[in-house]
């Protein structure tokens, strides 16, 4: 065993040390597979080598795509394990070398042409993309026969509530539909009620996602005044009618973490841009300035410690059973912030690229103030409070 391990280990060394996920495109996904079945995954078709399975079986319940002889079909290993559950129904796109290289995980199994369909690839050694990843049983068939789909996207925008510990749901409602096609010149028609917009573009970009099923609507991508709005497909809702509408939370994305009230403001005075943010960091003997924001090379200042104010370089951000730290100064500092942080509740932190400050909303944090002085290390216990959300001034106002 040790010397078959030794004969293979040099073939797969250059993709050990690269680890990169891999990427394809939906349609050239659709161009590489021969067949597309939905099936039910048997499970291996050989006993599992050094390096697992290398042939598995389907029972094939549709043909969507080439042609299968009998109800069940033998595939072998394109890039990686068919890491399935046995007896799990699923799309299989099966590569011109009979290889089971992608797969459709179906929300609903019962009844396939009402659920949501992910796509992804199979590869041991990091992520295999396709983009974009959602799509339906009727958007499948469509894009067979027609080399295009449409699809319906809509649902509510959302705020996290400090009261309620959730995300809720505001007036503003969007309505996104698009036509996904071959050539990448689909129409796009995104209507939003009772969000008036000022100074932005009236159509926004369209992102499909690819990690996740999600979906992003882009009016304004620089990091002086930024707008955008991400969506995620809720795959419990299930379809609309036509079988190719999906519902949606959506959440604001960039001006991040801000209140309902806050996204008005933001949304009606053009001359402000990006949100900061300010926390008191309070110790026994002085209270400082924490000060956040968005700028490039640095992600903020503590203001009046030693009559000034430090640059901060790094922010740690809430993990299970770790000490997060907040760090001034590049490339050794010699003041921080330590933070004993607590278990994060997944589902209140969900929606959120600043989980910092959603969760300081909530509750204070505990910490000590560290300093190094000639080689001495002062720790002073402090306490950080969020105290307000600002917006700084757009620098392209009236240009």
């Given at each position: 065993?040790?010397?078959?391990l030794?004969?293979?280990?040099?073939?797969?060394?250059?993709?050990?040390?690269?680890?990169?996920?891999?990427h394809?495109?939906?349609?050239?996904?659709?161009?590489?597979?021969?067949?597309?079945?939905?099936?039910?995954?048997?499970?291996?078709?050989?006993?599992?080598?050094?390096?697992?399975?290398?042939?598995?079986?389907?029972?094939?319940?549709?043909?969507?795509?080439?042609?299968?002889?009998?109800?069940?079909?033998?595939?072998?290993?394109?890039?990686?394990?068919?890491?399935?559950?046995?007896?799990?129904?699923?799309?299989?796109?099966?590569?011109?070398?009979?290889?089971?290289e992608?797969?459709?995980?179906?929300?609903?199994?019962?009844?396939?042409?009402?659920?949501?369909?992910?796509?992804?690839?199979?590869?041991?050694?990091?992520?295999?993309?396709?983009?974009?990843?959602?799509i339906?049983?009727?958007?499948?068939?469509?894009?067979?026969?027609?080399?295009?789909?449409?699809?319906?996207?809509?649902?509510?925008?959302?705020?996290?509530?400090?009261e309620?510990?959730?995300?809720?749901?505001?007036?503003?409602?969007?309505?996104?539909?698009?036509?996904?096609?071959?050539?990448?010149?689909?129409?796009?028609?995104?209507?939003?009620?009772?969000?008036?917009?000022?100074?932005?573009?009236?159509?926004?970009?369209?992102?499909?996602?690819?990690?996740?099923?999600?979906?992003?609507?882009?009016?304004?991508?620089?990091?002086?005044r930024?707008?955008k709005?991400?969506?995620?497909?809720?795959?419990?809702?299930?379809?609309?009618?036509?079988?190719?509408?999906?519902?949606?939370?959506?959440?604001?994305?960039?001006?991040?973490?801000?209140?309902?009230?806050?996204?008005?403001?933001?949304?009606?005075?053009?001359?402000?841009?990006?949100?900061?943010?300010?926390?008191?960091?309070?110790?026994?003997?002085?209270?400082?300035?924490?000060?956040?924001?968005e700028?490039?090379?640095?992600?903020?200042?503590?203001?009046?410690?030693?009559?000034?104010?430090?640059?901060?370089?790094?922010?740690?951000s809430?993990?299970?059973?770790?000490?997060?730290?907040?760090?001034?100064?590049?490339?050794?500092?010699?003041?921080?912030?330590?933070?004993?942080?607590?278990?994060?509740?997944?589902?209140?932190?969900?929606?959120?690229?600043?989980?910092?400050?959603?969760?300081?909303?909530?509750?204070?944090?505990?910490?000590?103030?560290?300093?190094?002085?000639?080689?001495?290390?002062?720790?002073?216990?402090?306490t950080?409070?969020?105290r307000?959300?600002?917006?700084?001034?757009?620098?392209?106002?009236?240009?």
């Amino acid at each position: 065993m040790m010397r078959k391990l030794a004969f293979f280990l040099p073939l797969f060394l250059p993709l050990l040390l690269r680890a990169e996920p891999m990427h394809i495109a939906f349609p050239e996904m659709i161009d590489k597979s021969k067949t597309i079945v939905l099936a039910d995954f048997l499970g291996p078709a050989d006993s599992a080598g050094p390096f697992g399975h290398w042939r598995w079986k389907l029972k094939v319940e549709q043909v969507l795509k080439g042609k299968v002889s009998g109800d069940t079909l033998i595939v072998t290993r394109a890039h990686g394990e068919a890491y399935l559950e046995k007896g799990v129904c699923c799309l299989a796109f099966i590569n011109a070398d009979g290889g089971f290289e992608w797969v459709g995980r179906i929300s609903n199994c019962g009844k396939p042409e009402n659920g949501i369909v992910f796509l992804e690839g199979f590869y041991d050694y990091n992520a295999y993309i396709v983009a974009p990843c959602t799509i339906t049983m009727k958007q499948l068939k469509d894009y067979l026969a027609t080399e295009q789909y449409q699809t319906t996207v809509s649902g509510y925008l959302h705020f996290f509530s400090t009261e309620t510990k959730k995300m809720e749901p505001s007036p503003v409602h969007f309505t996104i539909k698009y036509t996904y096609r071959k050539d990448g010149k689909g129409a796009t028609d995104v209507q939003a009620t009772n969000m008036k917009l000022v100074d932005f573009p009236a159509r926004p970009q369209l992102s499909l996602g690819a990690w996740e099923n999600t979906i992003s609507v882009i009016y304004e991508s620089n990091m002086v005044r930024p707008l955008k709005i991400e969506g995620e497909i809720l795959e419990a809702e299930g379809l609309d009618a036509s079988g190719s509408g999906y519902k949606a939370l959506f959440w604001l994305e960039e001006p991040e973490e801000l209140t309902e009230k806050e996204f008005y403001q933001f949304l009606a005075d053009p001359s402000v841009g990006y949100a900061s943010y300010e926390v008191d960091v309070i110790t026994k003997e002085n209270t400082y300035v924490l000060r956040l924001d968005e700028e490039y090379g640095r992600i903020g200042d503590m203001h009046g410690y030693g009559g000034g104010k430090r640059e901060i370089h790094r922010l740690g951000s809430p993990e299970a059973d770790r000490k997060e730290t907040i760090e001034f100064g590049w490339p050794d500092p010699d003041l921080y912030i330590e933070l004993d942080q607590r278990e994060p509740d997944r589902e209140k932190l969900k929606y959120s690229s600043n989980r910092f400050i959603r969760d300081l909303r909530i509750k204070p944090f505990e910490g000590t103030l560290v300093s190094k002085t000639g080689g001495k290390e002062q720790r002073r216990p402090c306490t950080l409070v969020y105290r307000k959300t600002k917006f700084e001034p757009n620098a392209n106002f009236g240009k």
